[in-house]
């Protein structure tokens, strides 16, 4: 069976990791008021569809977010250290003479 929701979240929506059942794990996405829980495929490697899938998820869910709040983001990790630490002929770094 195929659907498809359009829903907008409200201001309180949130998503959680949960556990159905100790066997059950489940990502659960509370969009205010609409709810969306997302479980283990029922299949032998579903674990692993599910794992990707979240994994994919993320990737996507981290690409609208830059792109709709961009200050938001955290700077990007800088190319190189900020400090040099020079060294003499001793391995020392100097006397400052």
Known sequence: MGF??????????????MRVTEHLPALVVYLDPV???????????GDVVLAN???ELAREAAKLAAEIDPDGE???????????LVTGDF????GGF
Request: charged share 20%; net charge positive.
């Open 35 to 45: 709810n969306v829980a997302i479980q283990l495929p029922p299949f032998p490697g």
């Open 74 to 84: 955290a700077a990007p990790p800088e190319r190189g250290p900020r400090h040099r």
């Open 4 to 17: 498809n929701v359009t829903c907008t979240p409200g201001k309180k929506a949130a998503a959680a990791f």
């Open 53 to 55: 899938f979240c994994r």
């Open 91 to 94: 391995g020392d770094s100097g």
